[in-house]
């Protein structure tokens, strides 16, 4: 699987976006569906010890439930490299490789279990997952359980912030027209797929460019527009930043593109958990400062590309 292929349709919206149709709308009307994980998913235990571990830093803080059960079940929509995709009949990626740091704190297992992405915070709901880490924006709509009109559509859920993420510009490798920033794109050709946020956005630039026009190329796949980029055709594609730097490490072994200036509108993906449970969410933010402090979560980031979305420390809610 390709960075360009995840999850990624003509009415698509990033995760990252608060306020767009399909990551608030979709994740939040919950009260009226069912649990949407797919009860014939991949179950894969990815972190942690192979049965709990008493001697553990952190395992005392877990509740009594887990401990007990030796494993943290997580909902996760495995279909968002770098970030959770499967590979070789396995759930792999950032997150996983995150909550592997924080399971060997706590001494359990981290067993991820693949399902769609608007059942997530219903399968918290339902206790059918003991949390969930797939890419989710902390907001306080989700918090909250709240609908994009702010209408009270649920009890809402708790976050562990772990990961902080914006969007990137994707220029060829070497970046030959010294583009900077979304204002160096006035007078410029850009490559983007149809339908998401990230044409959006290029729309919003175009108006500010005014008569130095900003000529927008539209595609049915990110794919597409990543060719037209490299191919020199337009000067930048625009993406979510972790997809954007695993697109820069595997497109063409690391030598098509490099990722120009810095993220725009960045947000915080955060670890859910139910309202009920704080000893959970407490425990896994324990586990999270102390990964951060050992190192092991910034290993897990550098592996993927990623180090510039590091937090320096856990939180919790702090997604606006």
Do not use: H
């Not at 698509?12 to 767009?20: K, T, Y």
């Not at 500010?208 to 190329?217: E, R, S």
Request: glycine share 12%.
């Amino acid at each position: 699987m390709t960075a360009s292929t995840t999850r990624r349709t003509t009415a698509a919206r990033s995760r990252i976006a608060a306020v767009g149709a399909i990551a608030v709308a979709g994740a939040l009307i919950l009260t009226g569906c069912g649990d949407q994980t797919e009860k014939g998913s991949s179950s894969t235990p990815s972190g942690g010890t192979s049965k709990a571990d008493s001697s553990a830093p952190l395992f005392s803080a877990l509740p009594k439930k887990i401990q007990d059960a030796g494993v943290i079940k997580i909902g996760t929509d495995s279909a968002y490299a770098p970030m959770e995709f499967v590979e070789g009949g396995k759930i792999v990626g950032v997150d996983p490789d995150i909550a592997e740091a924080l399971g060997k704190q706590l001494g359990v297992k981290m067993q991820f279990t693949a399902g769609t992405f608007d059942g997530l915070i219903t399968s918290i709901y339902t206790g059918r997952e003991d949390a969930i880490m797939s890419s989710i924006t902390d907001n306080k709509q989700r918090q909250e359980g709240l609908d994009d009109k702010g209408q009270k559509i649920g009890k809402g859920i708790d976050f562990v912030d772990y990961f902080s993420s914006g969007l990137s510009l994707l220029v060829k490798k070497g970046n030959p027209e010294g583009i900077k920033s979304l204002d160096d794109l006035c007078g410029k050709t850009v490559a983007v797929q149809r339908g998401t946020t990230y044409e959006d956005e290029f729309k919003k630039q175009a108006e500010k460019c005014g008569d130095k026009k900003l000529t927008i190329q539209a595609f049915d796949t990110d794919a597409e527009a990543q060719t037209r980029v490299k191919a020199g055709g337009a000067v930048a594609d625009l993406n979510d930043y972790p997809v954007a730097a695993y697109t820069v490490k595997t497109s063409g072994g690391g030598n098509d593109f490099e990722i120009a200036g810095q993220q725009s509108g960045v947000g915080l993906f955060g670890i859910g958990v139910s309202k009920d449970n704080t000893q959970l969410r407490d425990a896994l933010k324990q586990a999270l400062d102390a990964a951060i402090k050992d190192g092991s979560y910034a290993k897990a980031l550098e592996k993927w590309n990623v180090q510039d979305s590091a937090v320096k420390s856990a939180t919790v809610n702090a997604g606006q």
